[in-house]
C-alpha cells in the first residue's frame, strides 16, 4: 500500500474530488488541513513549490492539483 498524504483546505472543492476519487479507488491517504496548521502549509510549500491545494505526496512523488492520470500513475491503478 502506497504512503499518500493529502494537502488540502476545508473549502477546496478540487481537494474533496482528489479525498473522493482516493476513497472510491480504495486508497487509504493522510488528510492535512494546510488551513490549519502553519507548519504542514509549510512543508507543502517545500515540497511542491507551490501554495496552492490539493499537493499530493504519493510515496515520495509530488502531484499538483487534481490531475486523475498522474495520480492513477502513481497509484499504479
Known amino acids: 500500500m502506497p504512503n499518500v498524504k493529502v ?3 476545508s473549502t477546496c472543492s478540487y481537494c474533496v474530488m482528489v ?3 482516493l476513497k472510491k ?3 487509504q491517504f493522510q488528510n492535512i ?5 502553519p507548519k504542514a502549509s ?3 510549500i517545500d515540497k511542491s513549490g507551490q501554495m ?7 510515496d515520495g512523488q509530488i ?5 486523475k492520470d498522474a495520480i492513477s500513475g502513481a497509484l499504479g491503478i
Open 25 to 27: 479507488n480504495n486508497i
Open 63 to 67: 502531484i499538483v492539483g487534481f490531475d
Open 42 to 44: 509549510q512543508e507543502m
Open 7 to 9: 494537502y488540502s483546505t
Open 33 to 37: 488541513d494546510v488551513g490549519i496548521n
Open 52 to 58: 496552492g491545494v490539493p499537493v499530493l505526496d504519493i
Open 19 to 21: 479525498k473522493d476519487f
